[in-house]
T-cell receptor, first 111, second 113 residues
Framework: GENVEQHPSTLSVQEGDSAVIKCTYS??????FPWYKQELGKRPQLIID?????GEKKDQRIAVTLNKTAKHFSLHITETQPEDSAVYFC??????????FGAGTRLTVKP | EAQVTQNPRYLITVTGKKLTVTCSQN?????MSWYRQDPGLGLRQIYY???????DKGDVPEGYKVSRKEKRNFPLILESPSPNQTSLYFC????????????FGSGTRLTVV
Protein backbone atom coordinates (compact mmCIF):
# COMPACT_ATOMS: atom_id res chain seq x y z
CA GLY A 1 0.00 0.00 0.00
CA GLU A 2 0.86 3.66 -0.10
CA ASN A 3 3.38 5.03 2.37
CA VAL A 4 3.79 8.77 2.84
CA GLU A 5 6.78 10.23 4.67
CA GLN A 6 6.91 13.86 5.74
CA HIS A 7 9.82 16.05 6.84
CA PRO A 8 10.62 17.87 8.99
CA SER A 9 8.45 16.97 11.96
CA THR A 10 8.92 20.45 13.43
CA LEU A 11 9.88 23.69 11.74
CA SER A 12 10.44 27.09 13.29
CA VAL A 13 10.85 30.21 11.15
CA GLN A 14 10.97 33.94 11.68
CA GLU A 15 7.99 35.95 10.51
CA GLY A 16 8.48 36.94 6.88
CA ASP A 17 10.76 34.01 6.07
CA SER A 18 9.77 31.09 3.83
CA ALA A 19 8.88 27.60 5.03
CA VAL A 20 9.23 24.39 3.05
CA ILE A 21 7.76 21.01 3.99
CA LYS A 22 8.59 17.91 1.98
CA CYS A 23 6.81 14.61 1.44
CA THR A 24 7.63 11.41 -0.41
CA TYR A 25 5.22 8.70 -1.48
CA SER A 26 5.69 5.10 -2.53
CA UNK A 27 2.78 4.27 -4.85
CA UNK A 28 3.52 5.47 -8.37
CA UNK A 29 -0.22 5.22 -9.16
CA UNK A 30 -1.08 7.97 -6.66
CA UNK A 31 -2.48 10.92 -8.57
CA UNK A 32 -3.77 13.38 -6.00
CA PHE A 33 -1.71 15.19 -3.38
CA PRO A 34 -3.48 17.50 -0.93
CA TRP A 35 -2.11 19.54 1.94
CA TYR A 36 -4.08 20.09 5.11
CA LYS A 37 -3.61 22.68 7.83
CA GLN A 38 -4.69 21.87 11.35
CA GLU A 39 -4.80 24.65 13.90
CA LEU A 40 -4.71 23.78 17.57
CA GLY A 41 -7.89 22.00 18.64
CA LYS A 42 -9.46 22.15 15.19
CA ARG A 43 -10.11 19.82 12.29
CA PRO A 44 -7.75 19.47 9.32
CA GLN A 45 -8.65 21.89 6.54
CA LEU A 46 -7.59 21.57 2.92
CA ILE A 47 -5.36 24.48 1.92
CA ILE A 48 -4.05 23.42 -1.48
CA ASP A 49 -3.87 20.33 -3.64
CA UNK A 50 -2.21 19.17 -6.82
CA UNK A 51 -2.96 16.44 -9.32
CA UNK A 52 -0.40 14.31 -11.06
CA UNK A 53 -0.78 16.01 -14.41
CA UNK A 54 0.49 19.29 -12.96
CA GLY A 55 3.99 20.13 -11.74
CA GLU A 56 3.26 23.21 -9.69
CA LYS A 57 0.30 25.10 -8.28
CA LYS A 58 0.20 28.41 -6.48
CA ASP A 59 -2.39 30.19 -4.37
CA GLN A 60 -1.22 33.54 -3.02
CA ARG A 61 1.55 32.79 -0.50
CA ILE A 62 1.20 29.03 -0.76
CA ALA A 63 2.58 26.80 -3.52
CA VAL A 64 2.93 23.09 -4.03
CA THR A 65 5.38 21.35 -6.35
CA LEU A 66 5.26 17.76 -7.53
CA ASN A 67 8.06 15.61 -8.93
CA LYS A 68 6.44 12.42 -10.18
CA THR A 69 9.68 10.82 -11.23
CA ALA A 70 11.19 11.18 -7.77
CA LYS A 71 7.81 10.66 -6.08
CA HIS A 72 8.03 13.67 -3.90
CA PHE A 73 6.03 16.85 -3.41
CA SER A 74 6.57 19.95 -1.34
CA LEU A 75 4.62 22.76 0.28
CA HIS A 76 6.12 26.24 0.10
CA ILE A 77 4.84 29.10 2.24
CA THR A 78 6.33 32.52 1.54
CA GLU A 79 6.24 35.63 3.74
CA THR A 80 5.14 33.58 6.72
CA GLN A 81 2.88 35.14 9.32
CA PRO A 82 2.14 34.08 12.92
CA GLU A 83 -1.29 32.80 11.81
CA ASP A 84 0.49 30.27 9.59
CA SER A 85 1.54 28.48 12.80
CA ALA A 86 -0.19 25.08 12.75
CA VAL A 87 0.37 21.42 11.97
CA TYR A 88 0.51 20.67 8.26
CA PHE A 89 -0.25 17.26 6.79
CA CYS A 90 0.51 16.03 3.31
CA UNK A 91 -1.42 13.15 1.80
CA UNK A 92 -1.49 10.97 -1.29
CA UNK A 93 -4.39 9.20 -2.98
CA UNK A 94 -5.11 7.21 -6.10
CA UNK A 95 -8.47 6.50 -7.71
CA UNK A 96 -10.83 4.49 -5.53
CA UNK A 97 -8.23 4.21 -2.84
CA UNK A 98 -8.00 5.78 0.52
CA UNK A 99 -6.07 8.86 1.44
CA UNK A 100 -2.73 8.20 3.14
CA PHE A 101 -1.39 10.94 5.37
CA GLY A 102 2.07 11.96 6.41
CA ALA A 103 2.91 12.22 10.11
CA GLY A 104 2.59 16.00 10.12
CA THR A 105 4.86 19.03 10.50
CA ARG A 106 4.43 21.47 13.35
CA LEU A 107 5.23 24.91 11.94
CA THR A 108 5.92 27.76 14.34
CA VAL A 109 6.25 31.29 12.99
CA LYS A 110 7.96 33.56 15.49
CA PRO A 111 6.97 37.24 15.44
CA GLU B 1 -24.63 24.20 5.84
CA ALA B 2 -22.74 21.21 4.43
CA GLN B 3 -20.90 19.52 7.26
CA VAL B 4 -19.74 16.42 9.05
CA THR B 5 -20.97 16.32 12.65
CA GLN B 6 -19.27 14.27 15.32
CA ASN B 7 -20.42 13.70 18.87
CA PRO B 8 -19.28 13.95 21.53
CA ARG B 9 -16.39 16.42 21.22
CA TYR B 10 -14.81 15.21 24.45
CA LEU B 11 -15.24 11.95 26.31
CA ILE B 12 -13.57 10.46 29.36
CA THR B 13 -14.45 6.86 30.05
CA VAL B 14 -13.21 3.83 31.96
CA THR B 15 -11.59 0.71 30.59
CA GLY B 16 -14.11 -1.80 29.32
CA LYS B 17 -17.16 0.44 29.17
CA LYS B 18 -18.66 0.28 25.69
CA LEU B 19 -19.01 3.58 23.88
CA THR B 20 -20.12 4.93 20.52
CA VAL B 21 -18.89 8.01 18.73
CA THR B 22 -21.41 9.24 16.20
CA CYS B 23 -20.67 10.74 12.79
CA SER B 24 -23.28 12.21 10.48
CA GLN B 25 -22.96 14.05 7.16
CA ASN B 26 -25.60 16.00 5.26
CA UNK B 27 -23.93 16.05 1.85
CA UNK B 28 -25.21 12.73 0.50
CA UNK B 29 -21.63 11.45 0.45
CA UNK B 30 -21.11 7.79 -0.35
CA UNK B 31 -17.65 7.48 1.21
CA MET B 32 -17.01 7.86 4.94
CA SER B 33 -13.97 7.08 7.02
CA TRP B 34 -12.65 7.14 10.59
CA TYR B 35 -9.15 8.24 11.53
CA ARG B 36 -7.28 8.45 14.77
CA GLN B 37 -4.64 11.09 15.32
CA ASP B 38 -1.72 10.51 17.65
CA PRO B 39 1.39 12.70 18.13
CA GLY B 40 4.09 11.86 15.63
CA LEU B 41 1.90 9.35 13.80
CA GLY B 42 -0.36 11.60 11.81
CA LEU B 43 -3.81 10.43 10.76
CA ARG B 44 -4.25 6.68 10.62
CA GLN B 45 -7.31 5.11 9.11
CA ILE B 46 -9.40 2.84 11.32
CA TYR B 47 -12.33 1.84 9.10
CA TYR B 48 -13.95 3.13 5.97
CA UNK B 49 -17.21 2.68 4.09
CA UNK B 50 -17.71 2.94 0.35
CA UNK B 51 -21.49 3.01 0.67
CA UNK B 52 -24.41 1.77 2.75
CA UNK B 53 -23.77 -1.69 4.20
CA UNK B 54 -20.21 -1.70 2.77
CA UNK B 55 -17.43 -1.32 5.32
CA ASP B 56 -13.79 -2.36 5.42
CA LYS B 57 -10.77 -2.24 7.69
CA GLY B 58 -8.19 0.47 7.48
CA ASP B 59 -4.69 0.36 8.91
CA VAL B 60 -5.54 0.19 12.63
CA PRO B 61 -8.95 -1.54 13.03
CA GLU B 62 -8.23 -3.61 16.15
CA GLY B 63 -10.59 -2.81 19.01
CA TYR B 64 -13.08 -0.91 16.85
CA LYS B 65 -16.32 -1.67 15.04
CA VAL B 66 -18.38 0.37 12.61
CA SER B 67 -21.72 0.14 10.88
CA ARG B 68 -23.28 1.89 7.88
CA LYS B 69 -27.00 1.24 7.95
CA GLU B 70 -27.85 4.58 6.39
CA LYS B 71 -25.93 6.81 4.07
CA ARG B 72 -25.59 9.77 6.40
CA ASN B 73 -24.40 7.96 9.56
CA PHE B 74 -21.19 6.10 10.29
CA PRO B 75 -20.80 5.42 14.03
CA LEU B 76 -17.55 4.21 15.57
CA ILE B 77 -18.01 1.62 18.31
CA LEU B 78 -15.51 0.69 20.99
CA GLU B 79 -16.86 -2.49 22.56
CA SER B 80 -14.27 -2.64 25.35
CA PRO B 81 -12.13 0.51 25.34
CA SER B 82 -8.55 0.32 26.57
CA PRO B 83 -6.10 3.10 27.51
CA ASN B 84 -4.21 2.67 24.19
CA GLN B 85 -7.33 3.90 22.45
CA THR B 86 -6.93 7.29 24.07
CA SER B 87 -6.64 9.51 21.03
CA LEU B 88 -8.19 12.23 18.88
CA TYR B 89 -10.67 10.77 16.42
CA PHE B 90 -11.85 12.29 13.15
CA CYS B 91 -14.62 11.26 10.85
CA UNK B 92 -14.30 12.28 7.19
CA UNK B 93 -16.47 11.97 4.12
CA UNK B 94 -16.25 12.46 0.38
CA UNK B 95 -18.70 12.19 -2.48
CA UNK B 96 -17.33 8.83 -3.61
CA UNK B 97 -14.22 6.74 -2.96
CA UNK B 98 -12.82 8.14 -6.18
CA UNK B 99 -13.45 11.72 -5.11
CA UNK B 100 -10.61 13.85 -3.92
CA UNK B 101 -12.15 16.30 -1.51
CA UNK B 102 -12.41 15.13 2.09
CA UNK B 103 -14.55 16.95 4.64
CA PHE B 104 -13.55 16.35 8.24
CA GLY B 105 -15.68 16.43 11.36
CA SER B 106 -14.67 18.54 14.35
CA GLY B 107 -13.01 15.65 16.12
CA THR B 108 -13.61 13.67 19.31
CA ARG B 109 -10.99 13.66 22.01
CA LEU B 110 -11.31 10.35 23.85
CA THR B 111 -9.56 9.51 27.10
CA VAL B 112 -9.76 5.97 28.47
CA VAL B 113 -8.63 5.60 32.08
Amino acid sequence: GENVEQHPSTLSVQEGDSAVIKCTYSDSASNYFPWYKQELGKRPQLIIDIRSNVGEKKDQRIAVTLNKTAKHFSLHITETQPEDSAVYFCAAKRNNNDMRFGAGTRLTVKP
Amino acid sequence: EAQVTQNPRYLITVTGKKLTVTCSQNMNHEYMSWYRQDPGLGLRQIYYSMNVEVTDKGDVPEGYKVSRKEKRNFPLILESPSPNQTSLYFCASSLTSASYGYTFGSGTRLTVV
